[in-house]
């Protein structure tokens, strides 16, 4: 993702395959030509740039292999690639280091750190009509921001408004089916639908949002007659034979159901260490195909039925999350839609 959390590059199974591959990675500004050895390049859009590295595992008996492939995994600098014994002088990572915007309380401070960001990361062109808007706050690429007591009350002011929206946003930015909120299917592209206010919003509830073409993820704060998910309650997700998530399976794709603590959007400590429901477990599947998965704070009575069962809190609401990593079509194009989650009568 380049430094606005907008995807730009992918390099895995749906892309690029299975085999390993040497990707040199370029700034903006590069201009030179690849020496030989690199399977492609890749050009950043912006100086800084996040890589998140996700590997798929079956169980825990994998996890020797993940971390083998893992240990695989290296970034290094070019000339050190051409020449082992080349000497480079890194950045200091105690500048980036020394703090977290998501830790910062100040509305001024935490304005000054994006301006500071802008500077080294200059916005896209297509973005130049939204700095002229803010350029008279103080807001802007190596800008400074008004130094007065009112002008930084207004700033604090406009934050504190900026924040309800994006919660509101939250709840209300992706259309909801069945108790499901369905992103869009230009979700995490520049120029999507909502524009920069859900492409803030999303980064309030994580940072950055994939391709749906690599994977697409459902979020239900309420049951099927939207009534919010309380442990008071237990439930049933349940999947007929044809609306089980569809995905790549020549791709290697997956899905998952995930339990949230609705209050911090934590996962849910249960004293078996189970967090959510896979693709990948030994789920158990009915006569007719369908799979039923049992959300509820005490294990179903059926104890064959352990595989399907998400723990969920003894106490409060809680939030359900359904990924679906490399989906099929109906995934990507945004029209495939969960069951709603039940509350068992």
Not at 152 to 161: F, I, M, N, P
Not at 248 to 272: H, P, Q
Request: aromatic share 10%; net charge negative; glycine share 8%.
């Amino acid at each position: 993702m380049d430094a606005y959390f907008y995807n730009f590059a992918y390099d895995g199974s749906r892309t690029t395959g299975q085999k390993a591959g040497n990707y040199l990675l370029v700034g903006p500004d590069w201009l030179g030509e690849a020496p030989a050895g690199f399977t492609q390049v890749i050009k950043c859009p912006t100086n800084t740039i996040h890589i998140y590295e996700r590997i798929y595992f079956r169980d825990k008996q994998d996890l020797p292999a993940v971390n083998a492939v893992q240990d695989r995994i290296k970034l290094t600098p070019l000339p050190v690639f051409l020449d082992p014994h080349a000497k480079v002088e890194m950045p200091d990572p105690s500048v980036y280091m020394s703090f977290d915007p998501a830790q910062v309380k100040s509305p001024i401070q935490v304005l000054r750190i994006a301006n500071q960001h802008m500077g080294a990361n200059p916005p896209p062109p297509q973005d130049q009509t939204m700095l002229e808007y803010f350029a008279p706050t103080g807001i802007g690429p190596a800008s400074t921001l008004p130094q007065d007591a009112y002008s930084q009350s207004v700033l604090d002011g406009g934050a504190a408004a900026a924040e309800h929206a994006m919660t509101a946003l939250a709840m209300t930015g992706f259309v909801t089916k069945n108790g499901w909120q369905i992103p869009p299917p230009d979700v995490g592209k520049r120029g999507g639908s909502g524009g920069m206010a859900m492409h803030a919003m999303i980064q309030l509830r994580s940072v950055g949002i994939n391709a749906p073409e690599e994977a697409v993820y459902y979020i239900a704060y309420d049951d099927g007659i939207s009534q919010a998910l309380n442990s008071k309650n237990n439930y049933v997700l349940k999947f007929t034979a044809d609306n089980i998530p569809p995905t790549l399976k020549e791709k290697f794709g997956f899905w998952s159901v995930t339990m949230y603590d609705r209050s911090n959007l934590k996962l849910v400590a249960n004293a078996i260490d189970k967090y959510s429901v896979r693709s990948a477990d030994d789920l158990v599947y009915g006569s007719d195909g369908s799979l039923t998965v049992y959300i509820q704070s005490e294990p179903p009575a059926d104890h064959k039925m352990l595989a399907n069962w998400l723990p969920a809190p003894k106490h409060g609401e809680f939030v359900l999350m359904l990924r679906v990593y490399l989906g099929a079509q109906s995934v990507v194009a945004g029209t495939y839609v969960p069951p709603p989650v039940k509350p068992v009568q």
